[in-house]
């Protein structure tokens, strides 16, 4: 077994212990509690590609639907040489408890290809994905109605638009053919605003949390979000988008950044898109950053003393080692499973928040479910309203001006004025997604004696959520 393998078969029993705290509170059948757990369908898949060397090559793969009390199913797509049945059902049940947790009525599915992407050069990678594809849409697997897959680890949206016109080449009568599958470039029907969206939505997440001076009292922290010590792990997607906006928008101090090759850290706050151009041209190295003293064992980071902890690269990452010398208040999992079961109890016993994965990351398959939509009706976000709304806030800026005899400034004018883009209402969308979700955590959180964490009343939330949706379908 790889260690990567190995660590998510921990990763996967932390899980599996989640939703049993969270089950156990509950009081339902153990059918009904199986049903939930277990995935209704997976097929494993091996088919052979000739590559450029002018070989046959075979590969195996799979896609698990792990419920279906709501359709499509969604999840990524992975490619990895750790792939395997287990991985991908374990995967498969998550999508499902965090589609439910932001109200994204979707299932939760997972897919995965046995192979490592770096191995390939682009024509091969084509070839493979296109024929895994048609595997998958030969059986029913992927479809706008049935399961919508999006980019995992190893994928991007270059493989997600090679399956889109796999699926129209097959399906040329579905007209909704482009909704198959998110994640698209936004020139090839994707959506403004996919890429940041996990970044992102960490952001709105804390940002609700800091709504909240009860949440925040119970944690430890007052005031405002501005001049939080921020230490992130990991400067990839999800933790370069949140750790930029935090600093650059809501004035977090981000104090230390964990990288691969160790970690920066600068109590007057360090600037992330500088870090960032450093390591595109440094090949991923942070040494040698200027204005930030250098740390070789990144881990030990971990426990720099912050207010927000935000782990944003790969699980595993604070375990019944570490957990004890954690010196923050809040653990903010913007990467899946970062927080093992050991360390999460040890972590609730020391009265630090842990605000949980399945909700804080929730931002990327948000934004997914708002390009199927846009997929299936055909016509980008705001085309219609945008002009129109620039119409009435040019006739209202006119009508204060003339009734007051007053120039309205010019900033304020171009608030009123401007109407919204694709983006603007993509942001709008998640921002009002995860304050909706955050608030009905917190009432379970608060509501319930025999729950006091926030990871418990989400998985709590998201159960109840799927079990009634399965009732109300007659199971
Ligand atoms: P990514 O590959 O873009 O970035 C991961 C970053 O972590 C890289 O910069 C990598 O160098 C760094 N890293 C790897 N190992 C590290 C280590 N041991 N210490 C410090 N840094 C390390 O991945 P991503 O898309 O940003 O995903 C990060 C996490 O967020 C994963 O757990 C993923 O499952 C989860 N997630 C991602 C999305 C998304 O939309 N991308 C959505 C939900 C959840």
Same mark, same amino acid.
């Given at each position: 077994m790889s260690s990567t393998t190995a660590d998510l078969y921990k990763f996967r029993n932390s899980v599996n212990r989640m939703v049993d705290r969270a089950m156990s509170l509950m009081d339902l059948p153990v059918g009904i509690q199986n049903h939930v757990k277990y995935c209704s369908s997976v097929l494993q898949v091996h088919f052979v590609v000739k590559l450029s060397d002018g070989q046959f090559h075979t590969f195996k793969g799979w896609l698990a639907? !792990?419920?279906? !009390?709501?359709?499509p199913a969604k999840g990524g797509i992975r490619y990895s040489l750790s792939v395997d049945q287990d991985e991908v059902e374990a995967l498969a049940s998550l999508m499902t408890y965090k589609c439910a947790i932001v109200d994204v009525p979707y299932g939760g599915s997972k897919g995965g290809l046995r192979i490592n992407p770096k191995a390939y050069n682009e024509e091969d990678l084509e070839r493979i994905t296109r024929r895994f594809a048609r595997t998958l849409i030969d059986r029913g697997f992927i479809s706008p109605s049935e399961n919508v897959p999006a980019p995992d680890m190893g994928t991007g949206p270059r493989e997600m638009a090679w399956i889109a016109d796999t699926y129209k080449a097959l399906r040329p009568d579905d007209i909704n053919y482009m909704a198959c599958v998110a994640g698209k470039p936004v020139t090839s029907n994707g959506i403004w605003g996919r890429e940041e969206a996990t970044g992102r939505g960490v952001q709105y997440a804390i940002r609700e949390f800091f709504r909240h001076p009860e949440d925040l009292k119970a944690a430890g922290l007052t005031g405002a979000l501005e001049g939080q010590r921020v230490v992130v792990q990991g400067l990839g997607n999800v933790g370069y988008h949140a750790a930029k906006f935090l600093s650059e928008e809501d004035g977090c101090k981000v104090v230390a950044l964990i990288e691969r090759s160790g970690a920066l850290i600068n109590d007057n706050g360090l600037n992330i898109e500088a870090i960032k151009q450093w390591m595109l041209t440094n090949? &991923? =190295?942070? =040494? &040698?950053? $200027?204005d930030a003293r250098y740390v070789a064992d990144g881990t030990s980071v971990l426990e720099y003393p912050c207010d927000l902890l935000i782990p944003a690269a790969l699980e595993s990452q604070i375990t019944a080692e570490n957990a004890g010398r954690v010196q923050c208040k809040v653990v903010v999992?913007?990467?899946?499973? $970062?927080?093992?079961a050991d360390a999460d109890e040890i972590l609730r016993k020391r009265g630090i928040t842990v605000l949980p994965d399945m909700y804080v990351n929730a931002g990327g398959v948000t934004v997914s479910y708002f390009e199927w939509i846009k997929n299936l009706q055909h016509i980008r976000f705001g085309r219609m309203q945008r002009r129109n709304e620039e119409y009435r806030g040019r006739a209202v800026v006119e009508a204060i001006e003339s009734t007051t005899g007053q120039k309205v400034p010019a900033i304020i004018k171009e608030n009123i004025i401007k109407g919204a883009d694709e983006l603007d209402l993509v942001r709008s969308g998640l921002d009002d997604t995860m304050r909706t979700a955050y608030q009905q955590i917190r009432s379970i959180y608060w509501e319930n004696d025999n729950i006091d964490d926030y990871r418990t009343a989400a998985y709590y939330l998201s159960i109840q959520k799927i079990v009634r949706a399965y009732y109300e379908l007659g199971l």
């Open positions: 639907l !792990h419920s279906d !009390h709501r359709l090949k &991923g =190295q942070l =040494q &040698g950053f $200027p999992e913007a990467a899946n499973g $970062p927080v093992t």
